[in-house]
C-alpha cells in the first residue's frame, strides 16, 4: 500500500551537508507522520527526525539537533531531511519510516513503512 524509497546518502567529509529525500507511493502520503532512522554498524535503530504530515509537529533527536531539519512535501509525497555539519559519528545507514496516527513518534516499533535505507558515510 505504501512503498518509500530513500536517495541522497553518499559519502562526504567532516562539516559538510547532504539532504536525503524518501519519495512515497500511493495516496495516503498526507495521512502519515514520517519519520527518519539510522543505524550505524553494530548499533540499534536510532530516531533522527519526525514530523506531522502537516509539518507543524516535528522532533529531532538530541544527537543532531541544530543540524538537521526535516521537511515534507505533500503535493510530492516527499519527506527530506536536510543535515548539516556532518560528523563522523552521522555515519550510518539512513531510513525513512511512515506511521498511520496521530502523535508524534520516535520509536522505531511505532512505524508501518520503511524503505531500504540509503549509505550516508562522513569521513575525517
Known amino acids: 500500500q505504501v512503498q518509500l524509497v530513500e536517495s541522497g546518502g553518499g559519502l562526504v567529509q567532516a562539516g559538510g551537508s547532504l539532504r536525503l529525500s524518501c519519495a512515497a507511493s500511493?495516496?495516503?502520503?498526507?495521512?502519515?507522520?514520517m519519520g527518519w532512522f539510522r543505524q550505524a554498524p553494530g548499533k540499534g535503530r536510532e530516531f533522527v527526525a519526525a514530523?506531522?504530515?502537516?509539518?507543524?509537529?516535528?522532533r529531532d533527536a538530541d544527537s543532531v539537533q541544530g543540524r538537521v531539519t526535516i521537511s515534507r512535501d505533500n503535493a510530492k509525497n516527499t519527506v527530506y531531511l536536510q543535515m548539516n555539519s556532518l560528523k563522523p559519528e552521522d555515519t550510518a545507514v539512513y531510513y525513512c519510516a511512515g506511521r498511520v496516527g496521530a502523535v508524534v513518534r520516535t520509536e522505531p516499533y511505532n512505524y508501518q513503512y520503511w524503505g531500504q535505507g540509503t549509505q550516508v558515510t562522513v569521513s575525517s
Open positions: 514530523s506531522s504530515w502537516s509539518g507543524a509537529d516535528t
Open positions: 500511493g495516496r495516503t502520503f498526507r495521512r502519515y507522520y
